[in-house]
């Protein structure tokens, strides 16, 4: 008898505690495209850290459509396609998670209309380093998308988790790392 076969309660879980999802392979394969979503901030990330190689690359392959920019805006719309069509998932730690992670990036690549963020964030010392924000950008929507499929999880704890801990760990990093590595 497979798990789908085996009788559920009112919970959708199984005797045995499982939980089975009524998605699918319409979730897993969403999930796998969300998590591919990822791979489009490999090129910002490399150039931030001082391996623009493959940024300038894609750059030259597919034009403007290849600037950092552009990127994260494909990943936020792919990675969109995963909440909507993916697993079963709170929504407010992704929501969150989206608006902080914009303002990570926001303070790392040059975005047009949030320029006076960039600037702002750009005139206090601890704030200016472009690849600390953007490294706190994806590990706001890594924590995200994992806090997402907790369904106890109160609001409280996405706003610590997403909020709070990667901003203090950003101030921290920005006064603490920029000495010890040579910035």
Known sequence: MSDYDKPTG??????GGKRISSGGARQKVFNVVGWLAFT????PVLAMFKLPQFQE????????????VALVACFYVILFLRVFFGSD???TPVLLGYALSFLYFSNALD?????WLYDLAHRV???RYDAMSLA???????LANALSGYRK???IVDVLVLGVIPAGALVAAGIYLPGLLGF
């Open 40 to 43: 489009l901030l490999l090129p």
């Open 10 to 15: 009112q919970d959708g879980k199984q005797a």
């Open 153 to 155: 999880v109160h609001w």
């Open 125 to 127: 010392a601890f704030l």
């Open 111 to 115: 975005i047009g209309f949030m320029r």
């Open 57 to 68: 690359l894609i750059t030259t392959k597919l034009g403007s459509w290849g600037s950092p």
């Open 89 to 91: 998932q709170r929504y």
């Open 136 to 142: 706190a950008g994806v590990v706001v929507i890594f």
